[in-house]
C-alpha cells in the first residue's frame, strides 16, 4: 500500500501533542489591530487547542504526525 499524504496547509497551521490533541494558533491577530481592544489582542496571544470535534479530521490529514 502507498503511502499517505500529509496535508500541507495542516501540518503548517497545527501540531500533534503527546496527549493527541492538537495546538493552533489564535485567530484573528493578523490585521486590523487598532479596532481591537488592548485586552482582546493580549488574549489572543499564544495558542489554543483544536476542538475535539475536528480531532479525526485532523487526523485524517496528518496520518504521520
Do not use: I
Request: proline share 3%; charged share 35%; aromatic share 8%.
Amino acid at each position: 500500500m502507498p503511502k499517505m499524504k500529509t496535508c500541507s496547509a495542516a501540518k503548517k497551521r497545527f501540531k500533534k501533542l503527546k496527549s493527541g490533541l492538537f495546538k493552533r494558533s489564535q485567530a484573528f491577530r493578523r490585521h486590523l489591530l487598532t479596532k481591537k481592544s488592548r485586552g482582546r489582542k493580549r488574549d489572543l496571544r499564544g495558542s489554543a487547542y483544536a476542538d475535539h470535534a475536528h480531532v479525526g479530521q485532523l487526523r485524517r490529514l496528518m496520518p504521520y504526525s
